[in-house]
């Protein structure tokens, strides 16, 4: 028998579950199977943003980038004649955070759709956490193999996946000629979703050119002193250094302990960072950022036109300059674009109909190019491309085959010139 | 494992450390006087970096000249943190409670510099910030040179402050025992609200130092708030020694695994240092054995 006390707190703990289930269940029906909103109503958009913590440079970008497409449908009569209404809530960088907005977003504020966050490391949980609702999650920065690895069918990646965003990088190096290729590489990354998974494709491709590795390293995400982790790079003397960077801190810090240590290597890339504009000119100085080289899969001169009139307006919006505006606008831009066209296409707002359309092999024409997407989620339609600072302008360098791409900037000119 | 490149993180973590220690003494020095757990101390650093930066981009003043001007301001900002918000705290959650009311303080200015100086990243730049001396085959920095010899002078300022001044022993007064200091005449409250401001204070110099070595924005407070309780933890809350300790040892520890096993292992090990240096003596290395009450 059951004691009193023991009986009701069972009672309690049952209702609590019971509670929590019927909620859910309330949410994933409204979720994913209204489909309508009532007329003169606007349509809610929950979104999650690192406003503030380390990706929130990134996470502004990305909130430009959703409003810059918001206020564009709202122009042209909102989504099925319903004003988009964007719901932004930050995150704070965190990867707790993140599920508890999104969680809110939906079983409280009833969001109708749902757009992703900022970075591989946040997207994960929210679409896990997303999923569990029935809602599709249209994302921008979320292309890391753990991403697509998690068994998710709710999430769509409208970026090209991380792993193929160093391929022209390591293409263009293995083709230099025997002479000009550097003979020793090194490898340094932080345990970032982003950086990592980029780092082995890059050295599979140049270890077959015959380049060999002479440091290879992973480092916590934690780390705020890269003197050592640079000394040690530069011990190795190696001619080419391939840096898994998630931002400028780590570049910068790796850059000066460079400058510092007197160590000129022929060639830096870094996977993230240098691609910030301004932000990173700021940091390193002009002189500095010389010849560094950086991936994306988009850059604001890109001849697409639906890219070439987001750039118009969000120069006129925002200032600066087209060459500035970041990549990170354009992929926020595309989310907008690619579920506006599921919502078209499907005529309503049911997610499981926009998770089945876009699963369905539909080509979708973007700012960032053309997406298609795999049973994972994966656009392999995106281009990458390699940028490079040539005397304080960012310049697409490859693919070399590009007629946009111009000359690599190789070897690198010595610190501050 | 290459000696060379050993003796170079071993004077790269002196010299590191040195600076981390300077910014977690003015934390120490707060627990140690008012039991307060100040979470502030990191985002009040990255205040200092970016006064330092302000005065350098806009008027050209340099960085190490324009402590003369960002110790005294910071120095006021943290009378006014304390007469504000700390003051309030009283009876027996009073510790715990700082915690909660110093995040919030924290939160304040972070929101605020993210309005005034934006997201986006920035570094301090003058010509020794990224130039270097050569001795025995090894690149010093010159700014962690400078770094170290400022913190050095400071914490000797601070040392001489605290052992050869009468508003000293009135501080280690009230580090021993404050209802005590009290009993024999010595304002606490004054005491409090001078060793506060002065704790904020020398965040301005550990702020121009990380500034010009790391690029930076208000969210860089995080990573620094838990890196700055860790030193006072291993050194002994309250401890200024343990503090300056502390903060070498755990930069060496990290940039001498970086580089003799792998960076993977860099953080951990330090962590590990830690847990077993606590097992042995659970107040810190420096700590006193005896907790506070008071």
């Known amino acids: 028998m059951i004691k009193r006390g023991k009986f009701f707190r069972a009672l309690g703990v049952t209702s609590v579950a019971a509670s929590s289930m019927l909620m859910m269940a309330t949410a994933t029906t409204s979720g994913a199977s209204s489909g309508t909103i009532a007329k003169g109503k606007p349509v809610t958009i929950g979104v999650s943003l690192s406003l503030s913590g380390d990706f929130s440079g990134d996470g502004l970008a990305f909130k430009q980038g959703y409003e810059l497409w918001a206020a564009d449908v709202n122009k042209q009569g909102g989504l099925l004649g319903h004003k988009v209404k964007l719901d932004i809530v930050s995150d704070a960088s965190s990867p707790t955070q993140v599920v508890t907005n999104y969680q809110k977003l939906i079983s409280s504020d009833h969001v109708n759709l749902t757009f992703g966050p900022f970075s591989s490391l946040l997207t994960l949980p929210a679409a896990k956490a997303v999923s569990r609702y029935g809602y599709a999650m249209v994302e921008g920065a979320g292309g890391a193999p753990s991403v697509f690895q998690a068994g998710l069918t709710n999430v769509f990646d409208v970026e090209l996946p991380v792993i193929g965003w160093m391929l022209p990088y390591a293409h263009w190096m293995a083709s230099l000629p025997k002479s000009q290729r550097p003979k020793t590489a090194a490898y340094v990354t932080s345990n970032d979703p982003f950086t990592q998974p980029q780092i082995p494709v890059v050295e599979k491709i140049l270890k077959k050119a015959g380049i060999k590795t002479v440091y290879n390293s992973v480092f916590p995400a934690e780390v705020t002193d890269f003197t050592a982790i640079a000394d040690a790079v530069a011990a190795s003397k190696a001619q080419a250094v391939i840096i898994g960077s998630n931002g400028i801190p780590i570049i910068s810090g790796f850059m000066q302990a460079f400058e510092q240590a007197h160590y000129n290597p022929k060639n830096i890339v870094a996977t993230g960072g240098p691609d910030q504009g301004s932000q990173f000119i700021k940091a390193v100085g002009v002189k500095n950022a010389n010849g560094i080289m950086v991936p994306d899969t988009w850059y604001g001169l890109s001849s697409n036109p639906q890219s070439k009139k987001m750039v118009a307006e969000y120069v006129k919006q925002y200032g600066g300059t087209p060459s500035g505006v970041s990549a990170d606008v354009a992929e926020a831009y595309a989310v907008g674009q690619v579920m506006a066209n599921a919502v078209k296409a499907t005529k309503g707002f049911d997610n499981s109909k926009i998770i089945k359309y876009l699963h369905s092999g539909v080509t979708i024409k973007s700012v960032l190019g053309t997406e298609k997407f795999n049973k994972l989620g994966e656009s392999f339609s995106a281009t990458a491309f390699t940028f490079q600072w040539q005397n304080g302008k960012f310049l697409q360098v490859n693919p070399t085959s590009d007629p946009n791409s111009v000359k690599v900037l190789y070897p690198k000119p010595v610190w501050g010139k | ?294």
């Open chain 2, 1 to 294: 494992m290459n000696s060379s490149a050993l003796i170079h993180a071993l004077i790269d973590g002196v010299l590191t450390g040195s600076v981390y220690a300077l910014m977690a003494t003015g934390l120490t020095l707060i627990f140690g006087v008012m039991d307060i757990i100040n979470i502030a101390q990191g985002i009040l650093v990255i205040l200092g970096a970016y006064l330092s930066y302000a005065l350098s981009v806009h008027w050209g003043i340099d960085p190490f000249v324009g402590l003369l001007i960002t110790i005294p301001t910071l120095f006021v900002v943290g009378i006014v943190i304390e007469w504000a918000f700390i003051r309030r705290l009283k009876g027996p959650e009073k510790t715990a409670m700082s915690i909660l009311v110093t995040y919030a303080v924290s939160l304040l200015i972070e929101g605020a510099l993210n309005m005034i100086f934006t997201v986006n990243n920035v570094q301090i730049q003058t010509w020794y910030v990224n130039r270097s001396f050569e001795i025995f085959g090894i690149w010093i920095p010159y700014i962690y040179v400078f770094g170290f010899i400022l913190a050095a002078v400071l914490l000797s300022a601070l040392y001489y402050i605290l052992y050869r001044t009468r508003f000293g022993a009135s501080v280690r007064a009230s580090l021993a025992d404050q209802t005590a200091a009290a009993l024999v005449g010595i304002d606490v409250r004054r005491v409090s609200t001078i060793c506060f401001g002065i704790g904020v204070a020398v965040t301005a110099a550990g702020g121009m130092i990380y500034g010009a070595t790391n690029a930076f924005n208000a969210s860089s407070s995080y990573d620094l708030i838990s890196r700055l309780l860790i030193i006072i933890v291993l050194g002994g809350m309250g401890s200024l020694g343990g503090a300056l300790v502390a903060g070498m040892a755990m930069v060496t520890i990290e940039d001498i695994v970086a580089v003799a096993w792998s960076p993977v292992w860099s953080t951990m090990s330090f962590f590990l240092v830690l847990v077993l240096v606590l097992l042995v003596r659970p107040q810190g290395l420096f700590g006193k054995q005896s907790a506070r009450t008071a």
